[in-house]
């Protein structure tokens, strides 16, 4: 009698089902206990950890698949709240990938900057260098290849005219 109100999912029958007995001992009340203890654990778990949630639910409808509590139902439910939250990590995940392009172009356009006003002061080294910078970090460049190049122009132009003279 004890293990047919275990199986039916009745666990007040289980624990209480004779008169004049303190409940049932032995394994059953064991499993009745530990089936208690998988679904507390999981009921506090649920909002915050619903991956775990789902583990202890499991191991309850093992064993008692029908027990009350109805723990196939709520592994459903927290699967479902583990889509949901995926999803809204995908949705984000867009967002911070524009925070990050937008930090790129910024450096981009301060190493570009910086290069020109290398550049403007005659520095030469510093800005081949800058735009060096440029080009490691967005190697099809345009303005910087074509800067370097015309940087490398005028350097050979002025050894030219210091060989010529």
């Keep these: 009698m004890e293990q047919r109100g275990f199986r039916r999912g009745d666990l ?6 004779r008169p004049g007995r303190k409940g049932c001992r032995g394994p059953v009340r064991e499993h009745v ?7 507390d654990q999981a009921q506090k778990l649920e909002a915050s950890n619903p991956q775990e949630a789902i583990q202890q639910l499991t ?23 583990c889509r ?3 999803r809204l990590r995908r949705q984000l995940r867009p967002s911070s990938r ?3 392009a937008r930090i790129f172009t910024k450096k981009v356009n ?15 080294q510093d800005a081949l260098t800058a735009y ?6 967005q190697p099809g460049s345009p303005e910087a290849q074509s800067s370097t190049d015309r940087i490398h122009r005028r350097s050979r132009a002025i050894l030219r005219r210091r060989r010529a003279s």
């Design 59 to 81: 191991l309850a409808k093992n064993l008692n698949p029908n027990g009350p509590g109805n723990p196939a139902g709520r592994i459903a439910n927290c699967s479902r709240q």
């Design 33 to 39: 206990n530990t089936y208690r203890g998988y679904i």
């Design 12 to 17: 007040v029958v289980a624990i209480d089902q």
């Design 84 to 86: 949901r939250r995926r």
């Design 98 to 100: 524009r925070i990050r």
């Design 110 to 124: 301060k190493l570009l900057s910086d290069a020109r006003q290398a550049e403007k002061d005659g520095k030469q």
């Design 132 to 137: 060096a910078d440029v080009l490691k970090l």
